[in-house]
């Protein structure tokens, strides 16, 4: 395995920021992985797998890990479902587009999201009323110290609002190889809630739509919403959507009749961040090569060669601003290293 020294991360994180990792290593299989992983164990470890839900604001003095692992097995289930395990190393949205090739549905909802496979159930990733969580089985991870291989089930992972086992108690501690996830084979069952969705496919004239039609419709209004990292820097959402208590937004709704919420249940709700920002007065504005996107205020973009330091001091700007406004704490979704 080849030791990269001095090696810049600019094209593996999705921001583009360009700082330096003191040792890089890529693993293409679960062998090698626990092979390093034997022979750098004092080592201190940074796993990279596709950079898209990060901001790196310094230069890693670490033995970087990309996890390149490919390779995707299905296995048919009697009860009309199909159990398909993707390795770490997979691109997300190809991941996705294999399963509608495949006429597998649940996965659609998520088309075009950026980063691998094996990140995805660290954020328990999710678009447009689905959630990654709502059709994950297990996954296999490899604990750093040990090198021993560790099954967890869905349960065991502690799935939450962007949120998981893995950003809290086992953060750092292990290393995703294989997610399996519990697709459908017929009578698919199709989330079209969020009215972007549903104006897309009106827009086609679509009344009885596929997954193919739904996944279509997200990368549309994805690609109409979001910029393509490899055109200008990015993360794609860089904060949570806040949930308060719903007498916390009558009050606010007074003070803001046209914002828009999500009633999460009767106790609580949930705002776009986007709003927020937007209302803030921070959408389109820019700051040298930092700013924040034009057409969604929730993305903050590297327009060429902004330092991670000056994303992270825009966006503290910016949660400083909506807090005074609003009275709102928003949450960082993406990891600031």
Same mark, same amino acid.
């Not at 959408?283 to 993305?299: E, I, N, P, S, T």
């Given at each position: 395995m080849k030791i990269e020294r001095n090696k810049s991360l600019k094209k593996h994180n999705t921001f583009g920021i360009n700082v330096k990792a003191a040792e890089f290593i890529k693993i293409n299989s679960e062998k090698e992985l626990t092979e390093t992983l034997s022979i750098h164990k004092e080592r201190n470890i940074f796993i990279l797998s596709g950079g898209s839900n990060m901001l790196l604001t310094q230069n890693l003095e670490a033995l970087v890990l990309h996890i390149a692992i490919k390779g995707i097995t299905t296995s048919s289930q009697p009860d009309s479902s199909v159990l398909v395990s993707a390795n770490a190393g997979e691109n997300w949205h190809d991941?996705?587009?294999f399963c509608i090739d495949n006429d597998f549905g649940?996965?659609?909802?998520?088309?075009?999201?950026?980063?691998?496979?094996?990140?995805?159930?660290?954020?328990?990733?999710?678009?447009?009323g689905?959630?990654?969580?709502?059709?994950?089985?297990?996954?296999?991870?490899?604990?750093v110290i040990s090198g021993a291989k560790k099954h967890f089930t869905k349960e065991e992972c502690n799935f939450g609002y962007r949120n998981s086992i893995f950003k809290n108690e086992l953060k750092g501690?292990?290393?995703?190889? %294989?997610?399996?996830?519990? *697709?459908?084979?017929?009578?698919?069952?199709?989330?079209?809630?969020?009215g972007a969705i549903e104006n897309a496919l009106k827009e086609k004239n679509i009344t009885s739509p596929t997954i193919k039609d739904i996944s279509e419709a997200v990368i549309a209004i994805r690609k109409s919403k979001l910029p393509d990292p490899k055109e200008i820097g990015n993360s794609g959402s860089f904060f949570k959507n806040p949930v308060i208590t719903s007498k916390n937004f009558a009050e606010l709704q007074k003070l803001h009749p046209d914002i828009p919420f999500y009633q999460v249940d009767k106790n609580n709700t949930k705002i776009p961040?986007?709003?927020?920002?937007?209302?803030?007065?921070?959408?389109?504005?820019?700051?040298?090569?930092?700013?924040?996107?034009? %057409?969604?205020?929730?993305? *903050?973009v590297n327009y060429d060669n902004a330092s991670g330091q000056e994303l992270l001091e825009l966006s503290k700007r910016i949660q400083k601003t909506v807090k005074e406004k609003f009275g709102i704490i928003l949450e960082t979704e993406v990891n600031i290293i």
């Open positions: 991941f996705v587009q649940g996965l659609e909802n998520l088309s075009l999201i950026p980063g691998y496979v094996g990140s995805a159930p660290i954020q328990n990733i999710g678009a447009y689905v959630e990654l969580k709502d059709s994950f089985i297990s996954c296999e991870a490899i604990h501690n292990y290393i995703i190889t %294989k997610v399996t996830f519990r *697709l459908t084979t017929k009578d698919h069952v199709l989330n079209t809630s969020y961040a986007g709003w927020l920002i937007e209302q803030s007065g921070f959408k389109g504005k820019r700051w040298g090569d930092a700013g924040v996107h034009a %057409k969604q205020a929730l993305v *903050l």
